[in-house]
């Protein structure tokens, strides 16, 4: 989709710190992090909320969120971590593409990010 932050860094025309990638799925870096190593799941082709996508398409990105999320919390030496959606603006989505939040937590960071 045109206009789209996150279809133009899965089509490369943008740069993303891109640390893993499936056949529909692309997980990269959030540019303005929450914690050390905060790292944002999101389907190659442009759904802009979770029930937009195929089953096919969910199982991949959920796949990748499963193993991605202990490699996260590895890289970084965290001691656990927030997985989460923003399903729709008024819940605060700002990129209108699916996306999953992988945020990196740790016991003495002080609470909720
Ligand atoms: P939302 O509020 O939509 O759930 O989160 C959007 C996330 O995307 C924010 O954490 C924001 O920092 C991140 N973000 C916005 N634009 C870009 C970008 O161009 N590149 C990357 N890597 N992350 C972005
Ligand atoms: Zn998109």
Same mark, same amino acid.
């Given at each position: 989709?045109?206009?789209?932050?996150?279809?133009?860094? @899965?089509? $490369? *025309? &943008?740069?993303? =710190?891109? %640390?893993?990638?499936? /056949?529909? +799925?692309? @997980?990269?870096?959030? %540019?303005? !992090?929450?914690?050390?190593?905060?790292?944002?799941? %999101?389907?190659? *082709?442009?759904y802009a909320r979770? *029930?937009d996508m195929?089953?096919? &398409? +969910?199982?991949?990105?959920?796949?990748?969120?499963? /193993?991605? %999320?202990? $490699?996260? /919390? *590895?890289?970084?030496?965290?001691?656990? +971590?927030?997985?989460? &959606?923003?399903?729709? !603006?008024?819940?605060?989505?700002?990129?209108?593409?699916?996306?999953?939040?992988?945020? !990196? =937590?740790? /016991?003495?960071?002080?609470? +909720?990010?």
């Amino acid at each position: 989709m045109s206009d789209c932050i996150f279809c133009a860094i @899965a089509s $490369r *025309d &943008i740069h993303g =710190r891109i %640390v893993h990638e499936t /056949e529909h +799925s692309l @997980a990269f870096l959030d %540019v303005n !992090p929450l914690a050390p190593g905060h790292t944002l799941v %999101v389907p190659k *082709d442009h759904y802009a909320r979770l *029930d937009d996508m195929p089953d096919e &398409i +969910s199982a991949d990105l959920f796949g990748a969120v499963d /193993e991605l %999320v202990p $490699r996260v /919390e *590895d890289a970084v030496d965290a001691d656990a +971590s927030n997985v989460g &959606i923003n399903n729709g !603006p008024a819940a605060g989505q700002e990129v209108e593409h699916v996306h999953v939040h992988i945020v !990196p =937590r740790f /016991e003495d960071d002080g609470g +909720s990010p």
